[in-house]
């Protein structure tokens, strides 16, 4: 499938009608989850056929993205954005579990060894929830078979290579994108708001 023909697709996902700022609910634009699991599939073969995990999937544009080029599951504490997950998968007409789950303290010890490649888009960790998006990461790196793709705040790509580092995972810059933040939430004094934020490919190093 090319790039331009999913990014169209996904442009049918419904997104929050009110999003919950304790949970920094922001959506994933089509754009920018096309190009998330495009890249992912097509260049480092980490989607086809691989058994995928969507970490914090609000809406699920990412693990829909995921199902149709390879198969997803999603994990999000908001059972309000699963729902709506729920429906953009009835309106897809794909078959996608979504577990109902806090990533921060569970283990998700049932799902140990079970995902290849672990998708997300996290809180950016700046309302209330300072270091979430770092929690959510090393969650998603201990548990990932491969891979983890993620998306950081640019200004935080420092921080976030020296931990990867101590971590023991490859870290790379797959892409350097701009994250679009419309006016959502009444503390919001302009329209739209452009964040520079990294897409991040964290690689799990093969034991010799």
């Known amino acids: 499938m090319k790039l331009k023909e999913l990014e169209s697709i996904l ?33 480092y ?13 609000g809406c699920g544009i990412l693990s829909i993205a995921a199902n149709i080029l390879g198969a997803g599951i999603g994990f999000d504490i ?9 429906e953009n998968c009835e309106a897809f007409e794909v078959d996608i579990d979504f577990v109902n789950v806090d990533l ?23 309302k209330n929830n300072k270091g ?20 950081h705040k ?12 101590e971590w023991g995972v490859s870290f790379e810059v797959v892409a350097e994108l701009k994250f679009d933040v419309p006016m959502m939430y009444k503390f919001h004094k302009k329209k739209n708001v452009e964040v520079a934020v990294d897409f991040l490919r964290f690689e799990k190093q093969e034991m010799p």
């Open 78 to 86: 908001d059972p309000d954005a699963i729902k709506i997950a729920q």
């Open 132 to 151: 979430i998006d770092m929690i959510l990461l090393r969650k998603a790196i201990e548990l990932a078979n491969t891979s983890v793709y993620s998306l």
């Open 45 to 57: 073969n980490d989607i086809e056929d691989k058994a995928i995990g969507d970490f914090g999937s």
């Open 104 to 126: 921060c303290i569970s283990s998700l010890h049932g799902f140990k060894g079970k995902l290849d490649t672990i998708i997300m888009n996290p809180p950016f960790g700046t």
């Open 11 to 43: 442009q049918d996902c419904e997104v929050f009608d009110e999003p919950k700022i304790q949970f920094e609910q922001y959506p994933t634009t089509p754009h920018l989850a096309a190009r998330m699991l495009y890249t992912a599939d097509t260049v």
């Open 154 to 165: 640019t200004s935080t790509r420092d921080h976030i290579e020296k931990k990867a580092k």
